[in-house]
């Protein structure tokens, strides 16, 4: 057995230094991990990282000696050098984070953008408040404001008050599509060729010019392929933040730098109505214009500031590179003890790992359905997220059938949101994943049914509503920060974004699905509220499919993780 677990623990070194380990059969693995194995125990009983530097007795004490060989994965090197939260690495949270921002701006613009306008009567003999505006003559009413210098909406623009409900969903199903195509399509770059922060800084640049040339569309059916195209370019701004994020800290902080991404998420709700308001009285257009500029500026600081993550960069081969980010993040001042620990970690190989075939942009989604451990934990995942993402996205985007103020309503949603991310830190400390995600999903979706219920009771019933509609959304909230905390310590870093991103198709999938059941729900509350509660629930017991994590170090590579978990295969 001892020479077995050697044996693991020098292909483990191996695969930090060429990622096509990662990809190799089991019999390869074997092979290859028993090769290695026999040809240290030839050829130098001295530790494995002395043998990499030809370190001898009289070169080095035994202090050092000692302390190379307390470094038994990449996971310890991050450890030991970013383990703590300094201020560098606080710069380089918040300068991340902040792409999260306008990730949500464009999320819910539609809300304001897509809304239909107040209207009021021009023949009191022929219309009343109450009336339907589709069965009164074009002559007996009129938008509130000006309609005839500036459209307020694409609704009023476009005159699309009396079409079907596909018609009035179909921008926002478009971003959504596109959304889920992005994923598809390009996640998988940020595990591959590109890494997590060049993708980010792309994804921010398209996002930015997507959004500045939608104020030029002059027709619904432009306007939704600008929005399809928006969505695309978005489609991985929030599995690479997060990912780029929880990479750069150790275990300790993981949990504070993802509610540090929530919370940018939830800025980016609070200024939107902001935007909004302060442009009430002018065209749609304008909102997209000052949510597009700022992006623009944004993606120039990330090129410039940003980092790349030291554990991409190591699986990559680029071992100096991510020497240089470890050092110039590490709170440690002992420059010596640094560089013993980073020097360390060079010696694990001699050349950077070749590109090849297998680390090709589709291995990583290859991986995650060959291994039937992945794929359950992949296919239990997306269910999950399916679920939170139809109370998370449903709720927000349907404010307006509750009959309040679109402002503000979703500034009490994003205020919300801030309350939770205290009860979040918590949990994630004190509760495990499952239990929490569990519990979570059934409270938010048993308040969404009541919420329809609540409505016909009595006069009471509106404000009974309110706080089931408010308890649902928090408990959904929090759960939608957990998921993702809970995605990253499920998989390696070989496979970490592309399986965060699959995870996020669902959500997406679910902002399509609520989408549609928001337009449907404005003649039928149970078809949005009551389904958005009935799938939740149901989505929820999937949980129970999936190992827990609190507290768990994050592995590398694919035989890392089934070594760690003990998952056969």
Not at 68 to 95: H, P, T
Not at 279 to 305: D, E, K
Not at 494 to 507: G, H, Y
Not at 513 to 538: D, H, K, T, W
Request: charged letters at 15%; aromatic letters at 12%.
């Amino acid at each position: 057995m001892a020479g077995a677990d050697e044996g693991f623990v020098i292909y483990t070194y191996m695969s930090i230094q060429n990622p096509t380990l990662c990809h190799l059969s089991s019999r390869e693995r074997n092979s290859r991990s028993s090769l290695a194995h026999s040809d240290h125990t030839m050829a130098d009983p001295s530790p494995l990282l002395c043998q990499s530097h030809s370190c001898t007795d009289d070169q080095e004490s035994s202090d050092q000696r000692s302390h190379k060989q307390s470094i038994s994965s990449l996971d310890e090197i991050v450890e030991q050098g970013i383990g703590g939260f300094g201020w560098a690495q606080f710069v380089q949270a918040i300068l991340v984070s902040l792409a999260s921002l306008f990730d949500s701006q464009q999320s819910f613009i539609s809300v304001y953008t897509e809304a239909q306008p107040m209207w009021h009567c021009l023949n009191n003999t022929t219309c009343s408040s109450a009336s339907n505006i589709c069965m009164l003559p074009k002559s007996s009413w009129a938008w509130d404001g000006n309609p005839t210098t500036t459209a307020l909406t694409i609704i009023s623009e476009w005159g699309l008050e009396c079409s079907s409900a596909f018609i009035k969903g179909l921008p926002a199903a478009s971003h959504f599509t596109g959304c889920l195509l992005g994923i598809v399509f390009l996640a998988t770059l940020a595990d591959s060729s590109l890494g997590r922060k060049n993708l980010l800084f792309l994804s921010c640049l398209t996002m930015s010019v997507a959004t500045s040339l939608t104020i030029f569309s002059n027709n619904l059916w432009i306007y939704s392929l600008l929005r399809f195209f928006s969505g695309i370019s978005r489609a991985t701004i929030g599995t690479c933040t997060i990912v780029l994020l929880t990479e750069k800290v150790g275990t300790e902080w993981r949990g504070l730098v993802g509610i540090l991404d929530s919370f940018f998420f939830t800025i980016g709700t609070l200024t939107l109505p902001a935007i909004a308001y302060t442009n009430r009285s002018s065209s749609w257009r304008i909102i997209y214009l000052w949510t597009s500029i700022p992006t623009l500026f944004y993606s120039g600081l990330l090129y410039i500031f940003v980092s790349e993550s030291p554990r991409w960069l190591f699986m990559q081969g680029r071992q100096e590179e991510a020497v240089e980010v470890i050092k110039s993040l590490s709170p440690i001042r002992d420059s010596n003890q640094l560089s013993l620990s980073l020097v360390s970690a060079v010696s694990f190989g001699h050349e950077p790992a070749a590109s090849s075939k297998e680390s090709s942009f589709l291995s990583s989604i290859r991986e995650l359905f060959v291994r039937r451990w992945a794929l359950e934990r992949t296919l239990a995942l997306m269910v999950l997220g399916f679920g939170i993402g139809v109370i998370y996205y449903g709720m927000t985007l349907g404010i307006g059938n509750l009959g309040f103020d679109i402002y503000l309503g979703v500034v009490f949603n994003a205020l919300l949101e801030i309350p939770s991310f205290f009860l979040t830190f918590f949990l994630i400390k004190k509760w495990n994943r499952k239990s929490s995600l569990l519990v979570l999903s059934i409270i938010s979706g048993i308040c969404s049914i009541m919420a329809v219920v609540a409505n016909d009771i009595s006069n009471a019933g509106k404000s009974m509503r309110i706080g089931l509609e408010l308890a649902s959304l928090f408990s959904a909230y929090i759960a939608y920060t957990v998921i993702f905390i809970y995605a990253i310590e499920l998989f390696p870093t070989c496979v970490r974004n592309s399986a965060t991103s699959i995870m996020r198709l669902a959500i997406t999938f679910a902002a399509i699905f609520s989408s549609v059941l928001v337009a449907a729900g404005r003649n039928n509350e149970f078809v949005s509220y009551g389904v958005f509660g009935l799938v939740i629930i149901c989505c929820g017991f999937f949980v129970i499919c999936l190992p827990e994590t609190r507290g768990s170090s994050l592995c590398d590579t694919m035989d890392q993780q089934e070594h760690k978990d003990s998952v056969t295969v």
